[in-house]
């Protein structure tokens, strides 16, 4: 192995080391202290509650795993996890989404992300056409951020009208109460298709004891007030009564057990593993974020037999092969790649490429993978003249209205419209995952110093008070690390702009599941509206 293959390994692995340890705060808030906290209440941590809700021996594939660290909220800087848990893992075979409060987190109540992540779950089960359980367990709004969560359309209200509309459409939507649910947070209980209720834990109330002492006079317990008796033998609000959380867990599985099987809508062929190891993506994957890759090299070690058929490979070189297309298949899932390659500067050509391939796969209802390391579109009088903008366009129209499942997998830089063009967050791709490697910003930290540093430059002298050359280069740096230190994994990741931070080992994994959830709904029919070229 050569010495640079071998350092970038060593480069890679150091950097999922830390992605680990990242994890294991969020996984453990509060660490065994919390855990003896809930087992006196008569409550087992939220992933155990999970892993048995879920059909034995299959794998919980949790998302939004390093949501909420370094938020600078009010009284807290971190969220572990952004405070709830939400996965897809098979109940009786059939995927599920799981949405499960962390009580061990400020009482699992909703602070900004919180609300994000479970409103991103929740958009991922609809666009998917999943079921949803919700295991509920919280205090409700975290009240110093009452503003920030409670009114607008994105806070606390729209959890309920996407269960809502959700159940319309046919998506079953279960509760298992396990902790307080007071004032909004009741509407998780009685907005549920079924609710399950737990003795002496679960307790749902639009106000809770203290609220209607102060408003009524009136002096009661939680438990007479609104605990799993009433709400199941008087208010009729709730369906299942249960003494312990395994037998609710066990309730919540009987009630889904009914459930049709699943299919998925696409031809599956036989699976075969890679023949390139997967080891070769940490030796061939440089370790500087803006050096070159070789994508193909990269397709090889994720799909089936490591065979790419590649669209247009001769097609413009030096030019159109910034972006690589062509199909594979993973886990036997038929898959069109549209690739960034080298430097991943999109040109006329290439825009041009992805545009038709696209548009292919939509055709044939394959469904797309984006696989994202381009710093952007190819700029000058030269690509302008050509019609980068219009070809650029394009792009993003076929993406914005392709009908089958895209996914985008980041594996470098991911600036500006190039974020666009292969599919980022605002083109709702099913899943978004991103990898140590991932730099998401509108430029990267060198081009906005720059930016920003001629602008500032022009300010001062404007003000007759030029920088010094010691001043420039203090500005470049601060500006460099404030850009870069946004675009990482970890800034992102807390802040939902990908669904997961993906370990390159767990790749082809990740996204043979993702596809198949993705392909669970039928493909509808191709409609692009109005192309320019
Ligand atoms: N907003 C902000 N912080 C809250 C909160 C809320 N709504 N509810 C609880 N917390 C905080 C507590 O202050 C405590 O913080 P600390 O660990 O820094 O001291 C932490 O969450 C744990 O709360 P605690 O009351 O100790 O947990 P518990 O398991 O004994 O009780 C509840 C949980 C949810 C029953 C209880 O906290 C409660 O009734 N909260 C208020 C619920 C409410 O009225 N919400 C209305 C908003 S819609």
Redesign the pocket.
């Not at 390139?276 to 993506?281: A, K, M, Q």
């Not at 397709?299 to 594979?328: C, H, L, M, W």
């Not at 791709?429 to 430059?457: D, K, N, Q, W, Y």
């Not at 404030?482 to 994994?509: T, W």
């Given at each position: 192995m050569s010495d640079e293959r071998a350092e970038n390994r060593r480069f890679w692995e150091e950097e999922e080391r830390k992605l680990d340890e990242l994890m294991y705060q969020a996984v453990w808030p509060g660490g065994e202290e919390a855990v003896k906290r809930l087992a006196k209440?008569g409550k087992q941590p939220v992933r155990q509650l999970i892993q048995k809700l879920i059909d034995e021996g299959t794998e919980f594939y949790e998302l939004g795993v390093i949501a909420g660290f370094g938020m600078n909220y009010p009284e807290v800087d971190d969220v572990p996890c952004g405070g709830i848990v939400t996965g897809i893992g098979k109940i009786h075979g059939n995927w599920t989404m799981i949405i499960a409060n962390d009580?061990r987190v400020?009482?699992?109540?909703y602070f900004p992300i919180t609300l994000k992540k479970h409103m991103r779950a929740q958009a991922i089960a609809e666009q998917c056409g999943l079921n949803c359980v919700y295991i509920a367990d919280?205090?409700?709004?975290?009240?110093?951020m009452q503003a920030d969560v409670f009114p607008d359309d994105g806070h606390f209200g729209s959890m309920f009208y996407n269960m809502a509309r959700m159940s319309a459409k046919g998506l079953k939507q279960i509760t298992l109460s396990t902790?307080?649910n007071?004032?909004?947070?009741a509407y998780i209980v009685f907005m549920a298709c079924q609710a399950v209720m737990i003795d002496k834990l679960a307790?749902s109330f639009l106000g809770?004891p203290p609220?209607v002492k102060a408003a009524t006079g009136e002096v009661i317990t939680a438990e007479d007030l609104g605990g799993a008796r009433v709400h199941t033998q008087i208010s009729g609000g709730a369906d299942y009564f249960c003494r312990t959380q395994d037998e609710a867990i066990e309730k919540v599985r009987e009630i889904l057990s009914m459930e049709p099987p699943q299919k998925i809508h696409i031809h599956r062929y036989e699976e075969i593993p890679p023949r390139v190891p997967v080891e070769t993506i940490y030796e061939i994957l440089p370790a500087k974020i803006h050096q070159g890759i070789n994508v193909r090299a990269f397709i090889q070690a994720i799909a089936d037999d490591s065979y790419f058929v590649e669209y247009k490979k001769t097609y413009a070189p030096g030019r159109g092969d910034n972006i690589v297309t062509g199909k594979i298949r993973i886990k036997g899932i038929p898959v069109g790649v549209i690739a960034a390659n080298g430097l991943g500067i999109i040109f006329v050509e290439a825009a041009r490429k992805a545009t038709e391939w696209i548009v292919r796969c939509s055709y044939e209802k394959v469904p797309l993978l984006f696989i994202q390391s381009s710093p952007g579109y190819m700029v000058g009088s030269e690509s302008e003249h050509m019609g980068i903008g219009k070809y650029g366009a394009d792009m993003v129209r076929a993406v914005s209205c392709a009908q089958v499942p895209r996914i985008q997998l980041v594996i470098g830089p991911d600036n500006g419209a190039a974020n666009y063009g292969m599919c980022g967050r605002a083109y709702r791709p099913h899943f978004l995952f991103a990898t140590m490697r991932a730099r998401t910003s509108v430029m990267s930290g060198r081009s906005a110093a720059e930016v920003l540093l001629s602008i500032e430059e022009r300010k001062r002298a404007s003000e007759g008070n030029p920088m010094t050359e010691g001043e420039k280069q203090a500005f470049r740096e601060k500006m460099i690390e404030k850009y870069d230190g946004e675009a990482h994994p970890f800034f992102c990741g807390a802040r939902l702009l990908n669904d997961r931070v993906l370990k390159f080992r767990e790749i082809r994994d990740w996204l043979a599941f993702a596809f198949e959830v993705s392909l669970l709904k039928p493909i509808g029919e191709p409609s692009f509206g109005n192309f320019r070229f």
């Amino acid at each position: 192995m050569s010495d640079e293959r071998a350092e970038n390994r060593r480069f890679w692995e150091e950097e999922e080391r830390k992605l680990d340890e990242l994890m294991y705060q969020a996984v453990w808030p509060g660490g065994e202290e919390a855990v003896k906290r809930l087992a006196k209440q008569g409550k087992q941590p939220v992933r155990q509650l999970i892993q048995k809700l879920i059909d034995e021996g299959t794998e919980f594939y949790e998302l939004g795993v390093i949501a909420g660290f370094g938020m600078n909220y009010p009284e807290v800087d971190d969220v572990p996890c952004g405070g709830i848990v939400t996965g897809i893992g098979k109940i009786h075979g059939n995927w599920t989404m799981i949405i499960a409060n962390d009580s061990r987190v400020k009482a699992g109540t909703y602070f900004p992300i919180t609300l994000k992540k479970h409103m991103r779950a929740q958009a991922i089960a609809e666009q998917c056409g999943l079921n949803c359980v919700y295991i509920a367990d919280s205090g409700g709004a975290f009240l110093p951020m009452q503003a920030d969560v409670f009114p607008d359309d994105g806070h606390f209200g729209s959890m309920f009208y996407n269960m809502a509309r959700m159940s319309a459409k046919g998506l079953k939507q279960i509760t298992l109460s396990t902790g307080g649910n007071t004032a909004g947070g009741a509407y998780i209980v009685f907005m549920a298709c079924q609710a399950v209720m737990i003795d002496k834990l679960a307790y749902s109330f639009l106000g809770g004891p203290p609220l209607v002492k102060a408003a009524t006079g009136e002096v009661i317990t939680a438990e007479d007030l609104g605990g799993a008796r009433v709400h199941t033998q008087i208010s009729g609000g709730a369906d299942y009564f249960c003494r312990t959380q395994d037998e609710a867990i066990e309730k919540v599985r009987e009630i889904l057990s009914m459930e049709p099987p699943q299919k998925i809508h696409i031809h599956r062929y036989e699976e075969i593993p890679p023949r390139v190891p997967v080891e070769t993506i940490y030796e061939i994957l440089p370790a500087k974020i803006h050096q070159g890759i070789n994508v193909r090299a990269f397709i090889q070690a994720i799909a089936d037999d490591s065979y790419f058929v590649e669209y247009k490979k001769t097609y413009a070189p030096g030019r159109g092969d910034n972006i690589v297309t062509g199909k594979i298949r993973i886990k036997g899932i038929p898959v069109g790649v549209i690739a960034a390659n080298g430097l991943g500067i999109i040109f006329v050509e290439a825009a041009r490429k992805a545009t038709e391939w696209i548009v292919r796969c939509s055709y044939e209802k394959v469904p797309l993978l984006f696989i994202q390391s381009s710093p952007g579109y190819m700029v000058g009088s030269e690509s302008e003249h050509m019609g980068i903008g219009k070809y650029g366009a394009d792009m993003v129209r076929a993406v914005s209205c392709a009908q089958v499942p895209r996914i985008q997998l980041v594996i470098g830089p991911d600036n500006g419209a190039a974020n666009y063009g292969m599919c980022g967050r605002a083109y709702r791709p099913h899943f978004l995952f991103a990898t140590m490697r991932a730099r998401t910003s509108v430029m990267s930290g060198r081009s906005a110093a720059e930016v920003l540093l001629s602008i500032e430059e022009r300010k001062r002298a404007s003000e007759g008070n030029p920088m010094t050359e010691g001043e420039k280069q203090a500005f470049r740096e601060k500006m460099i690390e404030k850009y870069d230190g946004e675009a990482h994994p970890f800034f992102c990741g807390a802040r939902l702009l990908n669904d997961r931070v993906l370990k390159f080992r767990e790749i082809r994994d990740w996204l043979a599941f993702a596809f198949e959830v993705s392909l669970l709904k039928p493909i509808g029919e191709p409609s692009f509206g109005n192309f320019r070229f």
